[in-house]
């Protein structure tokens, strides 16, 4: 099911996502909606907290924006957590569903390795290079409560502030249903 996108400015996007219980019986439809929500949004990654859901879930499908050389990348992402991530960073241009409208270049590590559930609650332990890697920090990022932007100086900050006032208020133009409320 599709659900509407959270904007920035909701309290849920700066909380920190509650640890997912496996076997929890919401769990399979919690993330078909976020396949639908994400696919909709014509998206690349989604977190729960975004669906107006403080879990540490999220799903990341970057085929569509891969190099032919990489290996195609969709999965589902539960409990994560990064176990390291290199000193040596890569700059990206990032936008974020729930921030329409803004795309900044965003400086991040260019490698981690990540231990995750996949959504048969096999365990894995991966390392990642490229935008699946970048794709990925974003999300987790989601669930600890932090969003691109708080990477950007404060002089650019300062100069989107006008803008981010207004998509916190809900002026915005997409074609996918948006919330600017969710506590
Ligand atoms: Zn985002």
Redesign the pocket.
């Known amino acids: 099911m599709v659900r509407p996108i959270v904007l920035y400015s909701a309290p849920i996007l700066r909380r920190k996502a509650q640890e997912v219980y496996l076997h929890d019986p919401s769990l399979p439809q919690l993330i078909q909606d976020l396949w639908d929500t994400m696919y909709n949004a014509e998206g690349i990654?989604l977190?729960a907290p975004?669906i107006g859901v403080s879990s540490q879930v999220f799903v990341v499908d970057v085929r569509e924006v891969q190099s032919p050389n990489e290996q195609p990348f969709k999965s589902v992402f539960i409990n994560p957590r990064i176990l390291s991530a290199t000193s040596t960073l890569s700059i990206r241009e990032e936008g974020?569903?729930?921030?329409p409208g803004i795309r900044e270049r965003i400086a991040r590590p260019a490698e981690i390795e990540i231990e995750y559930y996949d959504e048969r609650f096999a365990l894995h332990r991966r390392h990642f290079t490229g935008i699946v890697a970048r794709v990925i920090q974003?999300?987790y990022d989601?669930l600890m409560g932090r969003?691109?932007i708080d990477y950007l100086s404060p002089v650019r900050r300062q100069l989107l502030r006008q803008r981010l006032k207004r998509i916190a208020a809900g002026e915005v133009e997409v074609s996918y249903p948006l919330t600017s409320y969710v506590a």
């Open positions: 990654g977190a975004q974020c569903l729930s921030i974003h999300e989601h969003l691109f």
